[in-house]
T-cell receptor
C-alpha cells in the first residue's frame, strides 16, 4: 500500500515548455486534489476531482489543465510553463466518509521554470 | 484575501514544554478544521481535526481548541519533543461547499533540546 505517489520528484523546465505531473493513489479514494505550495502562501488548491470523470477549478487554476484518467490517477499539465509556476506541487486524495475530511498527500514535485 | 491566517511564521520551544500554535479564520461558513504537519521534502500529514460543534479535541499529546465566536483555533503539544519540529498548517473547510481545504501559511516549530 503505497498511498499517494507522484512523479517526477524534481523537474526543471524552460519558459514555454510543457510537462505533465503524474499522481496515483491506491486507497480507492474518489476525491483527488492538486495543490501548489509557495513560500509564505501555504498550500493553494489548483484543481480537484470529486470522482472519476469530473474535475473542478480550485483557487489558482490559470495555466493548468487536469485529467482524471481513472479512479487511481489524476494528472496535472502545464501547457506553456512560466517562471510564476515555479513551486512545489502536491497531489492528495480523500476518503469519502461523513464527518471526515482527511486528505492524504503525496511527497511532492519540485518544479523550477527558468 | 487570506481566509485562514497563521500570524506566527515560526516558534521555538524547549523540549518538554508546551507548544501553542495559533490560527485565525475569517469565513464563518467553515465548519471543520484540521491541522497538518509537514517535514522537509515530504507531503503534509494529517495530525488532528475538530468539528465546529465541539470546542476541544484531544489525541495523545495533541489537543486542538476551537473558539468559534473569536474565529480562532489553537494546537497544543504537550510535552514537546524534538521530533515535533516541523511546519504546521492549519486548514479549514466548509463541508457543504465541495470539501475544499483552505490552508493557512504555516508555522515552523522548532523544539530545542
Amino acid at each position: 500500500n503505497a498511498g499517494v505517489t507522484q512523479t517526477p520528484k524534481f523537474q526543471v523546465l524552460k519558459t514555454g515548455q510543457s510537462m505533465t505531473l503524474q499522481c496515483a493513489q491506491d486507497m480507492n479514494h474518489n476525491s483527488m486534489y492538486w495543490y501548489r505550495q509557495d513560500p509564505g502562501m501555504g498550500l493553494r488548491l489548483i484543481y480537484y476531482s470529486a470522482s472519476e470523470g469530473t474535475t473542478d477549478k480550485g483557487e489558482v487554476p490559470n495555466g493548468y489543465n487536469v485529467s482524471r484518467l481513472n479512479k487511481r490517477e489524476f494528472s496535472l499539465r502545464l501547457e506553456s510553463a512560466a517562471p510564476s509556476q515555479t513551486s512545489v506541487y502536491f497531489c492528495a486524495s480523500r476518503v469519502d466518509r461523513l464527518f471526515t475530511d482527511t486528505q492524504y498527500f503525496g511527497p511532492g514535485t519540485r518544479l523550477t521554470v527558468l | 484575501d487570506q481566509q485562514v491566517k497563521q500570524n506566527s511564521p515560526s516558534l521555538s520551544v524547549q523540549e518538554g514544554r508546551i507548544s501553542i500554535l495559533n490560527c485565525d479564520y475569517t469565513n464563518s461558513m467553515f465548519d471543520y478544521f484540521l491541522w497538518y504537519k509537514k517535514y522537509p521534502a515530504e507531503g503534509p500529514t494529517f495530525l488532528i481535526s475538530i468539528s465546529s460543534i465541539k470546542d476541544k479535541n484531544e489525541d495523545g499529546r495533541f489537543t486542538v481548541f476551537l473558539n468559534k465566536s473569536a474565529k480562532h483555533l489553537s494546537l497544543h503539544i504537550v510535552p514537546s519533543q524534538p521530533g515535533d519540529s516541523a511546519v504546521y498548517f492549519c486548514a479549514a473547510i466548509f463541508t457543504g461547499g465541495g470539501n475544499k481545504l483552505t490552508f493557512g501559511t504555516g508555522t515552523q516549530l522548532k523544539v530545542e533540546l
